[in-house]
């Protein structure tokens, strides 16, 4: 896909010279499953629990067909497709496949910073293998991943890692995209806002009520709309439109805490509701926590109620939490001190936190931009 380049994008010189690549491995969990069992390749599969409370953690392309989605809960996936088949997670297994595409990232670039045990970015301005562009690299890997793994992953190639992930999505599964330095303000207007990472359905929703559908439609907000309407989001909103993003690729970059949140169509404040909510929440939430392999102390459950007054409650254990037995036991007892709540809330959230390794981060949003040695063309 190419872009005629815009000159007057302000962040091309600042960040011209970097090379990021995204790596996302194509429906991680279920293709898997899919390699290891030749019985259900090409067919609608959806890893996690079957049960009533069960939730989604990763559908196969062929279930997302019909509509099925990770965090979805398993009866509305079963609704969508009633021919759905469904595996237990295995995260041993996955953890080690993700340790053989660790290790083919580590070939081509010592600068790699996991987000999950499927996606990660690689900073490869430093051409260490002498390979001659980073678009080469990018396709190397995929080769590589393919070959080891039976598995197929998506890249995106850019001068940033808001666009390498944004490029990395457009042209799954099994694609490559890359957006050269110039072409970054274009692509983002082009795209709905919905592609953009940390604006939900709601956030997007609002934006349409303000008339705002694309990235283009968002760039031409000014910073004091973007302030008015969207308050500490703005500054970030104001960039991504543009295009850029001056975070630099930390390798193994410590994470601080791991989890999610839910709001409510309607407030809620009944002790069945309530507990219902918190089990499909616990169910996302384990999910993601296995998935980043993350092992933590502190569990933390957050409610917004309906005047949006935060409530939050914590318990933390002199050692890691045993388990996701152990987690849901927790996050139970920690709501259920707090019945029955003085007022509906509309929101909640689980958050495990004071993870092993965990250590203090200098915040990098804004840094300038570091040029590595021996300059690699895209």
């Not at 965090?71 to 496949?97: G, N």
């Not at 995106?156 to 694609?175: E, H, I």
């Not at 592609?195 to 709601?202: A, E, K, Q, S, V």
């Amino acid at each position: 896909m190419e872009f005629a380049r815009d000159q007057d994008e302000p962040d091309r010189q600042a960040i011209a010279l970097r090379k990021i690549i995204h790596v996302d491995m194509d429906a991680f969990f279920a293709s898997v499953e899919q390699r290891d069992d030749p019985s259900i390749r090409g067919l609608p599969v959806a890893v996690g629990g079957s049960s009533g409370r069960g939730v989604v953690a990763a559908a196969s392309y062929e279930a997302r067909k019909f509509g099925v989605r990770s965090a979805m809960p398993s009866a509305r996936a079963v609704q969508l497709c009633p021919d759905l088949i469904f595996r237990k997670p295995r995260f041993d297994v996955y953890k080690a496949v993700s340790q053989q595409i660790r290790s083919v990232f580590l070939h081509f670039t010592p600068h790699v910073e996991p987000l999950s045990l499927d996606e990660a970015y690689l900073d490869v301005t430093d051409d260490v293998r002498g390979i001659g562009s980073a678009t080469r690299i990018a396709e190397l890997i995929r080769q590589r991943i393919r070959a080891e793994t039976g598995l197929t992953a998506s890249a995106g190639v850019s001068y940033n890692k808001f666009l390498a992930k944004l490029a990395s999505d457009q042209n799954k599964p099994d694609g490559l995209c890359v957006i050269r330095p110039g072409e970054g303000a274009q692509f983002v207007g082009s795209l709905p806002v919905r592609r953009f990472h940390g604006i939900g359905p709601r956030g997007a929703e609002k934006m349409a009520r303000l008339g705002i559908e694309t990235g283009a439609d968002l760039r031409a907000k000014d910073l004091a709309f973007l302030r008015a309407n969207f308050g500490s989001s703005a500054d970030y909103l104001y960039r991504a439109a543009r295009g850029i993003d001056l975070r630099q690729v930390k390798a193994d970059r410590p994470r601080k805490s791991v989890g999610g949140e839910r709001t409510f169509e309607r407030d809620i404040s009944s002790g069945p509701a309530l507990r219902e909510t918190l089990e499909r929440i616990i169910e996302i939430v384990w999910e993601r926590i296995a998935r980043s392999g993350a092992t933590g102390r502190t569990i933390t459950i957050k409610m917004k109620f309906n005047d949006f007054t935060p409530c939050t409650r914590a318990r933390s254990l002199p050692r890691p939490i045993a388990g996701k037995e152990e987690f849901a036991a927790l996050a139970r007892d920690l709501l259920d001190a707090q019945l029955p709540l003085p007022r509906p809330i509309r929101l909640m959230g689980l958050t495990l936190s004071a993870l092993e390794g965990e250590e203090a981060e200098d915040g990098d949003e804004g840094a300038a931009a570091t040029v590595l040695q021996a300059e690699l063309p895209f």
